[in-house]
């Protein structure tokens, strides 16, 4: 009988969990250098809290099921509605804001696999929640480049537009909801053929030729701070989006003062989920082709969704394995560190109880040590010792051991040194 790993999962050995902890490490850094503290939530949620956010049509994309009880559950597709819910339940009446909180985890959709897309999958986000706009914006912003960058990403390229400015002109127009979210659905999708056919086909979403033109040029506004000048002459005779873009203004001058210098204004950044109120971003590393965005994020008002007082909230997702992409494509292969400090020998039968006394004292002083378990002949022991690149081998020998000493080899140099065994931890801790 066969057993193979589920479709879409992947199994990850020694080397490559290594990599991955070591980015991981590197990431929480950063998150908690900007004051953000680590949340863990559960894997599974109750299916009513990503169907109330993302509508029924989710459940397709859902591991989900019933549990004993009859109880409808998921596994997490993402952690930003959890993290709304344990906000709710857990910090609403008795934090101070700004809440900032950070989180790692695997979530899971039941979506086609393909290169860059899993089943399972990992992200690394945050929130920020009551923080004022768009000084929280500008923060998390920087934040998520910063990040980005410390994994030694450097050609990550931040797309920055702000929502409120097509809904303003949606409200204008007097578009309904249900429209609007199909419209924003195919300007998501990053698709112009499809949004004209949408927009000017023989049966167009919406009704309005003057509305649709706009819609059409807006969204085909990408570059630097200069192309706010052709945003304001677009909207000019149209009040309702002009806050949002004096918003998207004042952000761009919080990005020069947090050093933010990556970003591109790019009006066609639509985040198409009803939920993302006003400055929104994904993140693009060119090198990755089809499967080039690493991040997405923005403004939002879920904790209203769910039942709790309006609060200002921002946030984003890595997606952790998207990152180990780029990180393989565009950096140079660092040699991992050796994953032992030390190798313990016992090159005889009545030495062994003596050389795992040794191998326990040292852990015990958060030296990283293995010892011989196998009865490998002192030869073998050496070849192995060379195989998995340990800097030190202690020796343990009958002869030392009768003067209470050991033989400290590097493995480096070729020297050795015999040691008294009650001073062989500080003797390891200083070389």
């Known amino acids: 009988m066969e057993f193979t790993r589920p479709r879409g999962t992947r199994d990850f050995l020694f080397e490559e969990m290594r990599e991955r902890k070591q980015a991981e490490s590197t990431l929480r850094k950063v998150f908690e250098s900007y004051g953000y503290q680590e949340i863990k939530t559960p894997l599974f949620e109750e299916l009513k809290l990503f169907t109330t956010k993302s509508g029924e049509e989710i459940v397709d994309q859902l591991y989900n099921f019933k549990d004993k009880s009859d109880r409808d559950l998921t596994l997490r597709p993402e952690i930003t509605a959890p993290v709304a819910r344990l906000y709710l339940n857990e910090l609403e009446k008795t934090s101070s804001k700004p809440i900032k909180l950070y989180y790692y985890g695997s979530c899971f959709r039941y979506e086609r696999p393909q290169k860059g897309r899993f089943r399972q999958f990992w992200q690394f986000g945050c929130e920020l929640i009551g923080a004022k706009t768009p000084q929280g914006e500008a923060e998390v912003i920087a934040l998520c480049s910063d990040a980005i960058q410390s994994l030694g990403i450097t ?133 990755l082709g089809a499967q080039k965005q690493i991040c997405g994020g923005g403004s939002y008002s879920l904790v209203k969704i769910f039942g709790g007082q309006e609060v200002e909230s921002t946030g984003f997702a890595l997606g952790f394995d998207r990152l180990m992409n780029a990180v393989e494509e565009l950096t140079d292969k660092e040699e991992l560190p050796p994953y032992l400090d030390v190798y313990v020998a016992p090159i005889s039968k009545d030495v062994r109880l003596k050389a795992f006394e040794i191998t326990q004292d040292l852990r015990k002083h958060g030296i990283k040590v293995d010892v011989d378990l196998n009865a490998k002949k002192f030869k073998k022991l050496m070849n192995y010792a060379d195989k998995i690149k340990v800097p030190k081998m202690v020796i343990i020998g009958e002869k030392d051991l009768e003067e209470n000493k050991v033989t400290v080899k590097d493995m480096i140099s070729g020297t050795q040194e015999l040691v008294d065994i009650e001073n062989i931890a500080d003797y390891l801790k200083e070389e």
């Open 155 to 287: 050609t990550a390229d931040v797309n920055i537009n702000h929502l409120g400015i097509i809904r303003g002109l949606f409200k204008h127009f007097e578009i309904s909801t249900e429209t609007q979210r199909e419209i924003m659905v195919v300007i998501d999708k990053g698709d112009k053929e499809l949004l004209i056919e949408s927009l000017s086909g023989d049966e167009p979403v919406i009704d309005n030729d003057e509305l649709n033109q706009i819609l059409l040029k807006l969204i085909d506004l990408v570059g630097d701070k200069s192309i706010i000048a052709d945003v304001e002459e677009l909207i000019a005779p149209y009040d309702e989006p002009k806050e949002s873009l004096e918003e998207l203004k004042e952000l761009i001058e919080l990005l020069e003062a947090f050093k933010v210098s990556n970003y591109t204004l790019n009006l066609g950044v639509a985040r198409g989920l009803d939920y993302y109120t006003g400055i929104v971003f994904e993140i693009y590393v060119p090198e």
